[in-house]
Every structure is written in C-alpha cells, then in structure tokens.
C-alpha cells in the first residue's frame, strides 16, 4: 500500500466525519506527498475553516485519518502536548476533541487530548534543542524514544477514536 499522502486518499481516510465533510475539507499542499513512512502522522488545521483540524498517520497498516475540533475558552499558559510531549509556555498546546467513529461518534461520544496547536509534533520531536523559549520539547531521551514514543500514543490515540481501545492494550 503507498504511504505516500494525496488529496484523494487523505479523504478517503477520514474515519469519523461524514463524507460530506470529508469532501468539503481542506488538504493543505503541505500534506501532498507527505510519507507516513517517514513521520509519524501529518497534521494540520483547516485553513478554511478554523474549528476544524486532521491528524492523518498510518494505524495498523491502513491510512487513517481522523477529525479533529478545537475546544474553545479556557486558555492554559504551560501545558504539554500529550503526544510528543513538548511544554508550551506560550498557550500554544489546544484541547482537542475527536468525534468517536461510527455510530458512538453519531450518539455525540468524543475523545479529547491536549496537543501542540500546530499539530507539527513529528517535527518537534526531533529537535535536538529548544526551537525558542516557549517551546521546550522533551530532550531527556534520544531522539529515537522520543519518535517511538509519539508513535505509540499516536496509535492509542487512534485507537480510542475507533473504539479499539482495549483491545489495543491488551495485545500490548
Ligand atoms: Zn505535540
């Protein structure tokens, strides 16, 4: 299966929105060509539309891309992205909410994480110094921990989205 991210494929991935959104959404030309191979998902907000945002990676051999939406209010100063792990200090780390697929996600069930507001974690992983003061990423481990790292809860992420959540850690 190619790994190798296009607009077509980028919307057929999408898990847990309607086809209709999926159709409407915006694949940014940053993400064309992006290799899940190489990097752990891409991830962007919709430039059209600011309460949406997509985080695409390879989960289980399949393309699979997910919804995300922005929860409004209630800005933190310092937090951590839950994924890659870096400290903002600058606000910059967004709750955000992913509707749950299939039918839990049409009853309104959702999975909320804090993550980097850029969605650039891949990047900010592999930093090997802070990018600026009020962004630290976590230097404490090599850098490949921290990539393997980041795949892991990406993947967890993933999986509680679909609602394979268990079972994910219990083959684990
Ligand atoms: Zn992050």
Wanted: aromatic share 4%; net charge positive; glycine share 10%.
């Amino acid at each position: 299966m190619p790994t190798t991210l296009t607009a077509d494929a980028v919307r057929r991935s999408m898990i847990n929105c309607s086809k209709g959104d999926a159709k409407r959404m915006t694949v940014v030309d940053a993400v064309v060509g992006t290799d899940l191979d190489a990097v752990e998902f891409a991830g962007w907000q919709d430039p059209r539309m600011p309460q949406r945002a997509y985080l695409v990676t390879l989960h289980e051999g399949a393309v699979t891309g997910v919804l995300l939406r922005p929860a409004g209010g209630g800005a933190r100063r310092t937090a951590m992205c839950a994924l890659c792990r870096t400290t903002h200090t600058d606000g910059e780390v967004t709750l955000y909410t992913a509707p749950r697929a299939g039918a839990a996600g049409r009853e309104g069930n959702s999975v909320g994480t804090y993550v980097c507001t850029d969605l650039a974690c891949p990047v900010t992983t592999r930093l090997e110094r802070k990018p600026c003061p009020s962004v630290v990423p976590d230097l404490s481990l090599p850098v490949d921990e921290r990539v393997a790292g980041l795949r892991v809860r990406v993947d967890g992420f993933l999986a509680a989205i679909r609602g394979t959540e268990d079972a994910a850690r219990s083959s684990a």
